[in-house]
């Protein structure tokens, strides 16, 4: 079996570099429809940590912290979650399985935002779909963090961009396409979200919606099938 520099087998590159790519565009989704619809990050957490502190320091306590707040505060919870369920799940199956149940949980939160958006309206639900968008990011945070030892990061494009270059630089030049998968796949989830968030709003995460599921579907074939790429 011909192995690449990154120690992925060859025929298994386009699953990883697919997997990143989807994953990332839903990050790319949630972030675009969360910020049109509610002003705020749910994937990208930086700006909020900012909104959060300065808001403290100058006794702001405005919507746009309550917003950054629980986005920040839902991610980070749902990360240490993740990182405790995936731990506690792999004791007893193999990775893929993990990452696949997961990434369900992941699915499921965007779905249930979704539905609430369409059936009950934006203002009803916007601290709630808020909450779950932040949760659903903070675990994807942790289903994909390594591949044959290179760092991966689905839900924040700096990493990846240090990722690619360094790669490249090194003559590395299947990592660095999988690396470049985050930042390509946030800009295509950005632009799916956008096109009905002009036309039909209350279609916008469908984007989101689909790219999750169709990782979903690769990570059950991978499973099933007993791919190794970790």
Do not use: K
């Amino acid at each position: 079996m011909t192995g690449t520099d990154t120690g992925i087998a060859r025929r298994y590159v386009p699953h990883v570099f697919a997997l990143v790519l989807l994953l990332s565009a839903t990050s790319g989704s949630v972030d675009a429809v969360a910020y049109a619809r509610f002003g705020v990050f749910v994937a990208n957490q930086t700006g909020n940590l900012v909104i959060v502190v300065l808001s403290v320091l100058e006794d702001n306590r405005d919507r746009q912290f309550e917003a950054s707040l629980i986005s920040l505060v839902m991610f980070t919870a749902a990360v240490f979650a993740a990182v405790y369920l995936r731990r506690m799940l792999a004791r007893r199956m193999d990775g893929l399985r993990v990452r696949y149940i997961m990434l369900s949980i992941e699915c499921t939160l965007i779905i249930i935002v979704a539905l609430g958006i369409v059936l009950l309206g934006t203002a009803s639900v916007t601290l709630g779909s808020i909450a779950l968008l932040a949760a659903s990011q903070g675990v994807q945070a942790v289903v994909l963090t390594r591949v044959a030892g290179l760092l991966v990061s689905t839900v924040v494009i700096n990493v990846a961009l240090v990722q690619a270059a360094r790669a490249w630089s090194e003559g590395l030049r299947v990592a660095g396409f999988i690396a470049l998968a985050t930042p390509l796949g946030y800009l295509i989830g950005v632009s799916l979200a956008l096109i009905p968030l002009n036309t039909l709003p209350a279609l916008a995460l469908c984007g989101a919606v689909c790219t999750a599921l169709v990782a979903l579907l690769i990570v059950r074939q991978a499973w099933r099938s007993e791919m190794e790429f970790d």
